[in-house]
């Protein structure tokens, strides 16, 4: 065995600084595993927070803020807890803050450090907050990052291209895609029916491979908005008898508006009858409040009661109470109305704009002013719902009719600046003419005249209103005032 050149102590000492430095390197090993695992915890506990309480912006903020007071945003495993943030971000309040998250991402970020979902949570907020060049700008960059052909981030920009109305970029990146799932399909459909291209939607949907139960009702409620009611029956039809698919508490409420509009009380009943023996009714209050919205509507008001009370007051809510009301004052049973108001304040809901309106219509057509007044009190003392225009046009129309023009002109000049506008004006107007009252009816004419000179209707009011009282030179002046303002009228017509 060769002998060391090195004295004896020299030896010594370098054995003792390499068995120093082994002992060093476990000592360090066990500690960053530690801390490692202490970190990990921690990220996973605000990770879980954050997923229970996505809508929570402060939340999210502190959250946030311990984040980077902790440097966990800039540990090589913190993708998840930068995504679950940049999600929060998105759904919250203030979703423009997940850019500023982006922006201020740690930098110069790991290639790896933004994946799919990154890009796909982004694209979605610009959809949401109508942002389509902020959204081009995360097109190119998913691109440069290789997400050219992923499934889910080009959904996310189909989706958000037809959100935002830019229908001809959704379709490129649509027929780009060398994958789609039925996200992407129902994307794209659904894009189409929202900007009105009804005809390019149903030709795609008649086009998809497969179609679920959000297809057709996607396609169902476009035309139920484009007011094509029976094609919109035939594919309920459709898509129950042939397809053999169970529709959805959605494609029900769908359906509903199309057979409101048509007015056909039989239709009513037998999805009342359909609703009942596949349970909808029972399961969802929205099926049951459009029920009552629709019976009322097609002039079945005796059926709107009858499955009103048949809903347990353990699940009416104010939309329930709301569609009642408004269905009595469609009917003109002002009484009633009150009567159902009276019973929803009793079971401790509050009412709110729609409700208060409801009723006014009702005591305005069923001439119960005073009850009507008494309303408006409450809604403006005891209420958190302010008085909006409707509010007032209804107001200044149950007056009106009533023949007290004079508080119906006080109410009229006490409607705010900010809220105030023309239509309140002509409802006076034709209170005027109707009760002949040309004094008002003059003063309120120079009122409209000087906000919108354009209305024929105006003219030809005030016109009936002097030639009723003989003033026939007034109302030629006024005939010609008309023709050389080139004032348009709407000509009449009747279905007749």
């Known amino acids: ?263 056909d009380v039989k239709l009513c009943q037998l999805f009342h009858g359909y609703g009942e023996k596949r349970g909808f009714n029972t399961c969802d209050i929205r099926v049951s409040n459009s029920l009552v919205d629709t019976y009322a509507k097609c002039g079945c008001i005796v059926s709107a009661l009858r499955f009103f009370e048949e809903i347990s007051a353990e699940r009416k809510n104010l939309v329930s109470w709301t569609s009642m009301i408004s269905g009595f004052a469609m009917h003109g049973m002002g009484k009633e109305a009150v009567e159902c108001f009276e019973r929803m304040a009793e079971a401790g809901l509050k009412p709110n704009q729609v409700t208060f309106l409801s009723v006014l219509n009702a005591c305005s057509h069923g001439g119960l002013v005073e009850e009507g007044l008494s309303f408006f009190e409450k809604m403006v003392n005891e209420s958190d719902a302010l008085p909006n225009i409707k509010i007032y046009g209804c107001l200044v129309d149950m007056l009106g009719r009533a023949g007290r023009l004079e508080e119906a002109e006080r109410i009229a000049l006490e409607v705010p600046s900010e809220t105030a506008n023309v239509v309140i004006w002509r409802t006076l107007l034709s209170a005027c003419s109707f009760h002949g009252n040309v004094e008002m009816g003059e003063r309120v004419t120079r009122k409209i005249l000087e906000m919108d000179r354009g209305y024929g209707g105006d003219y030809v009011l005030m016109y009936n209103i002097f030639a009723g009282v003989g003033r026939f030179q007034d109302a030629e002046r006024l005939r010609n005032l008309m023709d050389e303002r080139n004032a348009f009228k709407l000509p009449g017509h009747s279905l007749v």
């Open 1 to 263: 065995m060769p002998r060391s050149n090195n004295p004896p102590l020299f030896n010594l000492v370098k054995n003792t600084t390499t068995l120093f430095l082994q002992n060093l390197e476990q000592i360090h090993s066990h500690t960053y595993l530690q801390l490692t695992q202490q970190q990990q915890q921690q990220q996973n506990h605000i990770i879980s927070l954050l997923q229970k309480h996505p809508t929570n912006h402060h939340l999210t903020q502190q959250l946030h803020s311990h984040s980077l007071t902790t440097a966990s945003l800039h540990h090589h495993h913190s993708m998840l807890l930068f995504n679950t943030l940049l999600r929060c971000y998105s759904l919250s309040n203030s979703p423009f803050h997940s850019f500023l998250l982006y922006i201020h991402s740690p930098s110069p970020p790991p290639p790896s450090f933004f994946d799919s979902f990154t890009y796909a949570f982004l694209i979605k907020t610009c959809a949401n907050l109508s942002y389509p060049f902020l959204a081009t700008q995360l097109h190119s960059l998913s691109f440069k990052a290789g997400f050219e052909f992923h499934v889910y981030v080009q959904t996310a920009l189909v989706n958000m291209y037809a959100v935002c109305g830019l229908l001809v970029d959704a379709s490129n990146v649509f027929y780009e895609m060398p994958e789609r799932n039925l996200v992407t399909w129902n994307a794209m459909i659904t894009g189409l029916v929202k900007w009105g291209e009804l005809e390019m939607a149903t030709s795609l949907f008649e086009e998809m491979p497969v179609r679920t139960v959000v297809s057709w009702t996607g396609i169902i409620d476009g035309f139920t908005r484009m007011n094509r009611f029976d094609e919109a029956l035939a594919l309920f039809r459709r898509m129950v008898v042939h397809d053999c698919i169970e529709p959805t508490e959605i494609t029900i409420l769908a359906i509903l508006q199309a057979i409101l509009h048509i007015g």
